[in-house]
Structure formats: C-alpha cells, structure tokens
C-alpha cells in the first residue's frame, strides 16, 4: 500500500472536518493553513471528497465544508480506498485474479494476503472518532508547560 500526496492531504483534510464537526463550517483557506496543503490542490482533494459522499459543501459567506457521516462512520480505510485505489500489496491477493500461471505453487502469495489481511484489519477499524480523540491527547501533551 502506497499512500500518495492526494490521499495523505484527503486523510489530513477529513480529519480537520471530523476535529470540526458540530461546529461551525471549515473553509478552504483555514484548513489549508491548518494542514500545510496548497489551496489549489487541496480544491480538487476536497472535490474528490465529495464526489465520495464523504463531505458537503455549503456556498456563500458563511459557506464552507462538512463531514457527511458522524466521525464514528467514517473509517480511514474507506477514505484510503476511495482516493488511492485498493491496498492489495500485489494484483494476486485481489479475490478471483487469475492472471499468473504461478499462483498456485507460488510461496509468496501467503505472505501477501498476511500483510493485505493486516493492513486492512489497522484501517478499516480505525475511525476518524478515534483520530479525534488521539488528536485531543495529543493537544493536551502539547499544552503541558513549567
């Protein structure tokens, strides 16, 4: 698995809605200063992001972005695969591939529906309610001063 540039800032950007949600809308400029993403390439992340129903967007003034689902329902699996495609190490761990003649007797495959089973066992219950919570302790270790 291969996370690029586009599902790095699409993980930072949900998490950014999921760390607002309840709240009042997120606009583009502030959370491209929050996570370090050019606006211009965080436009087509967020666009992405919404063609995959996992956010809205609301024009206007006091327009600006949203989660769609509650924290609790979006899982960082869900978002990985959307924007970067699936997390199969190698196209024979895919259900129903029949492309090798060597598949059968091949010693490697085992090895890559383990690390594929566990990839997918980490990311698909990690939820962005969870993130939430790991980016609040953080804060508060941060905040500790003398």
């Known amino acids: 698995m291969k996370i690029t540039y586009k599902g790095d800032y699409a993980l930072k950007a949900v998490l950014d809605l999921a760390l607002h949600y ?9 959370m491209a200063g929050r996570i370090d993403a050019p ?11 919404k063609r995959g129903g996992f956010i809205q967007s ?4 006091v327009g600006g972005y949203l989660l769609s ?3 609790s329902k979006v899982t960082v699996g869900e978002v ?10 190698i196209s024979c761990v895919k259900e129903g591939y029949s492309g090798c003649g060597d598949m ?10 383990e690390v ?9 219950n990690v939820t962005f309610e969870d993130l939430v919570s ?12 003398i």
């Not at 609301?58 to 003034?61: D, F, L, V």
């Not at 594929?116 to 698909?124: L, N, R």
């Not at 790991?134 to 001063?145: D, E, N």
């Open 22 to 30: 309840g709240g009042d809308l997120v606009t583009i400029h502030d």
């Open 39 to 49: 606006v211009k390439f965080l436009e087509q992340v967020l666009l992405d992001l």
């Open 58 to 61: 609301r024009r206007g003034k």
């Open 69 to 71: 689902r509650p924290p």
């Open 80 to 89: 990985v695969r959307f924007i970067d495609g699936p997390i199969e190490p």
């Open 104 to 113: 059968y007797k091949c010693v490697f495959k085992d090895i890559w529906c």
């Open 116 to 124: 594929y089973q566990a990839t997918s066992d980490i990311i698909d």
């Open 134 to 145: 790991k980016a609040g302790s953080i804060k508060q270790v941060l905040a500790y001063s």
